[in-house]
T-cell receptor, first 111, second 111 residues
């Protein structure tokens, strides 16, 4: 039973435009959500997080939105750059040391 | 300057031949994790240590063991690897209330 779902395996966006990556979850006990970025042959790198007490968190070009009623979060990248091309993983935790990951979305930003 | 170091980056072993993967950290984090990631799948938690306290996931096969002799090092032992154990193995560390930091992984191949 997949508790964290990223239904889009891939996304292609033109440089300078907005990239929107989506994530859905099923466990209402999740209270902390993270996005990780992964380049080929490297481990995942933490990007941005959000607590369930907030609905938005922003860090430079990256903004994460949380809709608790819909059990949905999204990552917005504006403007998208070619260096943003990577696999993005959504992850969630429920007041524990453990993270549950989604299957990832491969973002390609083309010139 | 790598903070979570996994060795080797690529490991080839024979079917049924024991293999050990290693992870070291310079962060002095008290929590360490081992994940298994197969192609196009989410990273799957195998077990984690909170200091010396070992926490095994219920669905982690008995074939997989772990050791943490000190804060800096953690090992993953696969006693009798099968073809289904071919995967990327990721080590991560975390300090309380902080995101997990990942190593670059060890890709394990089984002949």
């Amino acid at each position: 039973d997949q508790q964290v779902k990223q239904n889009s395996p891939s996304l292609s966006v033109q440089e300078g435009r907005i990239s929107i990556l989506n994530c859905d979850y099923t466990n209402s006990m999740f209270d902390y959500f993270l996005w990780y970025k992964k380049y080929p042959a490297e481990g995942p790198t933490f990007l941005i997080s959000i607590s369930s007490i907030k609905d938005k968190n922003e860090d430079g070009r990256f903004t994460v939105f949380l809709n608790k009623s819909a059990k949905h979060l999204s990552l917005h990248i504006v403007p998208s750059q070619p260096g943003d091309s990577a696999v993005y993983f959504c992850a969630a935790s429920a007041r524990t040391d453990k993270l549950i990951f989604g299957t990832g979305t491969r973002l390609q930003v083309f010139p | 300057d790598a903070m979570v170091i996994q060795n080797p980056r690529y490991q080839v072993t024979q079917f049924g031949k024991p293999v050990t993967l290693s992870c070291s950290q310079t962060l002095n984090h008290n929590v360490m994790y081992w994940y298994q990631q197969k192609s196009s799948q989410a990273p799957k938690l195998l077990f984690h240590y909170y200091d010396k306290d070992f926490n095994n996931e219920a669905d982690t096969p008995d074939n997989f063991q772990s050791r943490r002799p000190n804060t800096s090092f953690c090992f993953l032992d696969i006693r009798s690897p099968g073809l289904g154990d071919a995967a990327m193995y990721l080590c991560a560390t975390r300090e309380r209330n902080q995101p997990q930091h990942f190593g670059d992984g060890t890709r394990l191949s089984i002949l």
